[in-house]
């Protein structure tokens, strides 16, 4: 019975090692059936998720294209054109002119002083001791040519005037009896005593008028000294450094009158510069908003020793008064020549939004384009540019109203 129980326990482990021996077998199969079940769902996902990616990335390209066409579209910005009325034009002062070559000038900026016209201008002075007894004009007023300034009286001037007066009459007194009369010796003495008492007195500082006036003691004249000093020119006085009462003495300055119609200024620049500057050349001066055309009349030949500069002497007119000695200005200097280029007024190349230069191009009349240029310098008022073809009609005045109203029209003012 013993060895029947064994034999029964061996049959049973047996069957317990085959049942779970099955079960592995079992489920080593579906576990490999799992496997190949779930890797074909995980490669359909990643494929439908490819797919995706790949609809979404045409979607995306399509958009690409479609911008890139915008972007074509945009790069002409849909002709980035505007059409405007003759009304809107002529409110706006727009002009346009076909664009061509030109000769374009060198212009030397330099910095300069304005002084007055030393060829224009007189300094009143006393030829002799004397003391101020009136003034007849003052700082600012403007004069003529033989206006009476001042009056002087001087103890000279009498002694002079009385010995113009005796020689005057002696000299008319052998006039009228003759060289047939009176010796040559009281003739002659007399013709040289009136000669020289008339060059004293106009030495002194008395004008012919004045001489003949005390001869024939006309109107005031009298031998008392007193003697007045006439403008020399015709001018507006600037200095007038006197009061009446003061004795003053040969050479004192009481009058600065200078014509202020003409100034000059004196530029500085560099030698190299100085060598580019010939006389008469075309000059424009500026001081804030003023600005005047004028020439070069002089070119010193000395370097200056501290600022290392050459003096260029300019001379500009100054008809409405408007700039004065001492004002500081910024001179242009042509310097001659520069060939043949395509160039334009400044305020007919503006700056788009994105930094480039651009000018409008009338494409049809009344219908304008922005044209993105190259600026290749700029000389004065005229700016050179490349980019653009010679002969087409651009707007040289009024680009701004246009650049604004294509702005407004929904444009970005530029064109690649």
Do not use: C
Request: glycine share 8%; charged share 25%; net charge negative.
């Amino acid at each position: 019975m013993t060895k029947k129980m064994h034999t029964l326990s061996a049959v049973a482990m047996f069957g317990l090692f085959l049942n779970v021996s099955s079960l592995s077998a079992k489920g080593e199969e579906n576990h490999g059936h799992a496997k190949n079940v779930t890797q074909p769902q995980k490669e359909v996902g990643h494929l439908k998720q490819e797919n995706k990616n790949s609809d979404n990335h045409d979607e995306h390209g399509k958009e690409e294209t479609k911008h890139g066409s915008e972007h074509d579209e945009h790069g002409k910005e849909k002709t980035q054109s505007i059409s405007l009325t003759k009304e809107q034009m002529n409110v706006a002062g727009i002009v346009v002119s076909p664009l061509h070559l030109q000769t374009v000038v060198e212009e030397i900026r330099a910095p300069g002083e304005v002084h007055l016209n030393e060829y224009n201008s007189a300094k009143v002075t006393p030829r002799i001791n004397a003391q101020v007894i009136g003034r007849e004009a003052k700082m600012g007023d403007k004069v003529t040519k033989g206006q009476p300034l001042v009056i002087l009286s001087s103890v000279e001037m009498a002694q002079a005037q009385g010995e113009l007066l005796v020689a005057s009459r002696e000299w008319n007194r052998v006039s009228e009896l003759g060289r047939s009369v009176v010796s040559d010796q009281r003739f002659t003495g007399a013709k040289v005593a009136f000669d020289q008492a008339q060059a004293k007195v106009a030495a002194y500082g008395m004008t012919q008028i004045q001489i003949r006036d005390l001869m024939n003691l006309k109107g005031n004249s009298t031998t008392n000294g007193s003697f007045r000093l006439l403008a020399p020119i015709d001018g507006t006085i600037i200095k007038d450094d006197f009061i009446v009462g003061q004795q003053v003495e040969p050479g004192r300055v009481l009058f600065d009158i200078s014509n202020e119609s003409t100034l000059w200024v004196e530029a500085r620049v560099s030698p190299t510069e100085a060598e580019k500057i010939r006389i008469d050349a075309q000059t424009r001066v500026q001081s804030g908003k003023i600005s005047v055309i004028g020439k070069v009349v002089q070119i010193r030949h000395t370097l200056d020793e501290t600022t290392r500069t050459i003096s260029v002497r300019l001379e500009i007119p100054n008809k409405d008064d408007l700039l004065h000695p001492g004002t500081f200005v910024d001179v242009w200097i042509n310097g001659g020549d520069q060939g043949q280029a395509l160039a334009l007024p400044k305020e007919a190349v503006l700056r788009s939004p994105d930094g480039d230069s651009v000018i409008f191009i009338e494409k049809k009349p009344g219908e304008f384009q922005a044209q993105e240029v190259e600026v290749d310098r700029v000389e004065g008022d005229a700016v050179v540019i490349r980019g653009v073809s010679e002969g087409q009609s651009v707007v040289v005045k009024g680009a701004f109203f246009v650049q604004s109203e294509l702005a407004k029209s929904g444009f970005e003012v530029h064109n690649h």
